[in-house]
């Protein structure tokens, strides 16, 4: 989407090794900032999301990191499993709230 | 309780054809999204709903698309003379309000224009 941009586009990893994924966005209007994950042939399901009041969340293997001086979230997962094989998307504030913009997406490919 | 519903799951139709997609959203959500998600590709929004108004209609990528919502609960998308390159998925997504919160996405409808 506009004013987002998410890297990389496409992630293989061994079982087991970590993953990240990074978003940068250019302004936003509000302080939510989530990730968004979409298994082959199913609807978008949030994973996990963070509030600008705190700069890390983690939630067992998932972990979500922000950066608001430099404009930037990341997502974080360890000891990764082919289950988490998946695209994942970004969702920060646009500049127009409400005109929700979505990153391009990564597709997580964890090879067993 | 139940979550974001869509009909029909598959539209197959002709081009020029008219057609209309339901999404029936959270109880008590009174915002609400469409997006629209080409074969390998990320989500392209389209509008969203504050209560039954959309306030920005600049997402719709032609003048053949329009949508409303109605009673603060069901919407409808609509398009018009359908086109070849209409064919994706369509998604819907509700939350309790239109910043700051967990979006709900339905299974989507998949259109194809044949």
């Known amino acids: 989407g506009e004013n987002v941009e998410q890297h990389p586009s496409t992630l293989s990893v061994q079982e087991g090794d970590s993953a990240v994924i990074k978003c940068t966005y250019s302004d936003s209007a509000s302080n939510y900032f989530p990730w968004y994950k979409q298994e082959l042939g199913k609807r978008p399901q949030l994973i996990i999301d963070i509030r600008s009041n705190v700069g890390e969340k983690k939630d067992q293997r998932i972990a979500v990191t922000l950066n608001k001086t430099a404009k930037h979230f990341s997502l974080h997962i360890t000891e990764t499993q082919p289950e988490d094989s998946a695209v994942y998307f970004c969702?920060?504030?646009?500049?127009?709230?409400?005109?929700?913009?979505f990153g391009d997406g990564t597709t997580l490919t964890v090879k067993p | 309780g139940a979550g974001v519903s869509q009909s029909p799951s598959n539209k197959v139709t002709e081009k020029g054809k008219d057609v209309e997609l339901r999404c029936d959203p959270i109880?008590?959500?009174?915002?609400l999204y469409w997006y629209r998600q080409s074969l390998g590709q990320g989500l392209e929004f389209l509008i969203y709903?504050?209560?039954?108004?959309?306030?920005?209609k600049s997402g719709l990528p032609s003048d053949r698309f329009s949508a409303e919502r109605t009673g603060g609960s069901v919407s409808t998308l609509t398009i018009q003379r359908t086109q070849q390159e209409d064919s994706a998925v369509y998604l819907c997504?509700?939350?309790?309000?239109?910043?700051?919160?967990?979006?709900?996405f339905g299974p989507g409808t998949r259109l194809t224009v044949t």
């Open positions: 969702a920060p504030p646009s500049p127009n709230a409400g005109k929700s913009t």
């Open positions: 997504a509700s939350s309790w309000a239109v910043v700051e919160y967990e979006q709900y």
């Open positions: 109880s008590g959500h009174t915002a």
């Open positions: 709903f504050q209560g039954n108004s959309a306030p920005d």
